[in-house]
C-alpha cells in the first residue's frame, strides 16, 4: 500500500515507529511526511516486527510411582464376592472386585510406623534405624520368652529354677 | 559565530504583522512568488507552516527546498529568522 492511499494517522503512526519526530499532519504537511517516510524506509527496509514469540516452558513433572500389591486378599475377596452375588454368574471373576483394603501403595509415604507415637520425630535417618533396632530386639525378646514358656510347660512352670 | 544580515534583524527585532513573505531572511523575490503561488503570500502564513512543523529547523528546512526551490544556505536563513523571531514574541 502506497504510502500516499494511508490516512493521516496511519501516517502518524508510521512516522512514530522510525522515531520521526512530526507535527500533524494536514495538507502542507502531509507530502514532506510522505517524503521522510520513503526516506526512513529505504534506509531499514525492515519493518518494526510485532511480537510474535512463542514461549516453551519446561514443566517440571512430578512423578509418582504407584506399585499394586496382589496379596492374597484377593482370593477371599473373591469368594465374598461370589457368595454375595449368589445367582451371579460365577464366571465374571474378572470384574472389578471391591477390595476391602486399598492394594495400591503410593511408595511417596514414607515409613513412618505409628509404633512409637511417643517418640519425637527428629528427622534424621540414624534415628530411625537406632529405633528400628530397638523394636526387633523386643521382638526377639518376647518370642524367646514365650518360647521357653512353651518349652517349660511340659515339665515345670517357669520361673522355678 | 553567525552573521545576521540587515533583513535578519530588521525581521526579528518587531512583530511581523502584515509583513510581506519578501521580508523574511533568505526568501528573495523569485522564491518569494514560488510561494505565493502556493498562498504562501504573507510571512505569518510561513510562520504558520513553521509552527506545524513543530519549530523544527531541520523540517521547515526541508520543505522549504521542496516547496520553493531554495538552496540549503537560503532555507537555514529562512529558518534562524523564523526561529529567533519566535523567541522573542511568541
Known amino acids: 500500500m502506497p504510502l500516499r492511499e494511508k490516512s493521516d494517522q496511519e501516517l502518524s503512526k508510521l512516522l512514530s515507529e522510525y522515531g520521526i519526530k512530526h507535527g500533524p499532519i494536514v495538507d502542507s504537511t502531509r507530502k514532506l511526511y510522505e517524503k521522510k517516510l ?36 484377593r482370593q477371599e475377596v473373591n469368594s465374598d464376592v461370589v457368595r454375595r452375588r449368589g445367582n451371579a454368574e ?26 512409637a507415637p511417643g517418640i519425637k520425630e527428629s528427622g534424621c535417618s540414624v534415628w530411625k534405624g537406632v529405633r528400628l533396632l530397638l523394636l526387633l530386639a523386643v521382638l526377639a525378646a518376647a518370642v524367646y520368652y514365650a518360647y521357653c514358656r512353651v518349652v517349660n510347660n511340659e515339665e515345670d512352670p517357669f520361673g522355678i529354677q | 559565530m553567525s552573521t545576521t544580515s540587515q533583513k535578519h534583524r530588521d525581521f526579528v527585532g518587531e512583530p511581523m504583522g502584515d509583513k510581506s513573505v519578501t521580508s523574511l531572511s533568505g526568501i528573495g523575490e523569485i522564491l518569494g ?42 532555507a537555514g536563513s529562512c529558518s534562524q529568522c523564523l526561529r529567533e523571531w519566535c523567541d522573542s514574541f511568541l
Do not use: C
Open chain 2, 33 to 74: 512568488k514560488k510561494l505565493e503561488q502556493q498562498g504562501f503570500d504573507k510571512a505569518y502564513v510561513v510562520l504558520g507552516q513553521f509552527l506545524l512543523l513543530k519549530k523544527d529547523s531541520e523540517m521547515f528546512s526541508e520543505w522549504l527546498k521542496d516547496a520553493s526551490g531554495a538552496n540549503s544556505r537560503q
Open chain 1, 38 to 73: 520513503e526516506e526512513a524506509m529505504e534506509d531499514a527496509p525492515v519493518e518494526v516486527p510485532s511480537p510474535d514469540k512463542t514461549f516453551y516452558r519446561e514443566e517440571v513433572e512430578e512423578v509418582t510411582y504407584i506399585t499394586y500389591h496382589h496379596s492374597p486378599v
Open chain 1, 90 to 115: 460365577p464366571d465374571k471373576e474378572e470384574e472389578p472386585l471391591q477390595y476391602t483394603e486399598p492394594p495400591v501403595q503410593i511408595s511417596k509415604r514414607t515409613a513412618n510406623h505409628s509404633a
